[in-house]
């Protein structure tokens, strides 16, 4: 699992997880109307958010630092 925090933690990890946060949330937007809107716009701004100020939500899960830069520094 190290492996996948490393490339989360990398540059096209940051720009799948920008790209991801804004297809759910245009999803919720424009697709689907309700809760189920509202909840996509919510669950797209965590992915946004992580990849615009680089830190990786599951890197504590498998005993890595939460940002991105002592991720890549840790290599």
Do not use: W, Y
């Not at 492996?3 to 297809?23: D, N, P, T, W």
């Not at 965590?46 to 680089?54: H, M």
């Amino acid at each position: 699992m190290k492996a996948f925090v490393q490339l989360m933690a990398s540059s096209f990890g940051r720009v799948l997880r920008i790209v991801a946060g804004v297809a759910l949330i245009a999803g919720g937007l424009l697709g689907v109307s309700g809760t189920g809107g509202l909840v996509m716009i919510v669950v797209g701004l965590v992915p946004l958010l992580a990849g615009l100020l680089d830190f990786c939500v599951f890197a504590p899960l498998f005993g890595q630092p939460f940002s991105g830069e002592r991720i890549r520094a840790a290599k």
